[in-house]
Nanobody, 124 residues
Framework: QVQLVESGGGLVQAGGSLRLSCAAS????????MGWFRQAPGKEREFVAS????????LYANSVKGRFTISRDNAKNTVYLQMNSLKSEDTAVYYC?????????????????WGQGTQVTVSS
């Protein structure tokens, strides 16, 4: 099983940017599609973005499309989430996850490994 560790969260003003990173270890990273999910206080965890094993295919939630970009560097075993034009409603704990398949998916149940999460707080 792959192990995942997120970093890069923090406090940012509305309109600002952050880049989250997720470092993977333990198994062949390039075998896995990767996803980012988030959970705001009092809400269910929700899909944010997903990227295929090669990086050639990506998928985004409508709420972040055009503002967030998911990417990966298989040589560094790392997936990234570049977040621009942040809004207060983006405030959440962000989790990266690995899917035991090379293809993108929005379904949380299809991801087999999860990081511990990193807090993103956007002040208005």
């Amino acid at each position: 099983q792959v192990q995942l560790v997120e970093s890069g969260g923090g406090l940012v003003q509305a309109g600002g940017s952050l880049r989250l990173s997720c470092a993977a270890s333990g198994r062949t990273f390039s075998n896995y599609a990767m996803g980012w999910f988030r959970q705001a206080p009092g809400k269910e965890r929700e899909f944010v973005a997903s990227i295929s094993w090669s990086g050639g295919s990506t998928l985004y939630a409508n709420s972040v499309k055009g503002r967030f970009t998911i990417s990966r560097d298989n040589a560094k075993n790392t997936v990234y989430l570049q977040m621009n034009s942040l809004k207060s409603e983006d405030t959440a704990v962000y989790y990266c996850a690995a899917r035991n398949s090379g293809w993108v998916s929005t379904g949380q149940n299809e991801y087999v490994a999860w990081g511990q999460g990193t807090q993103v707080t956007v002040s208005s």
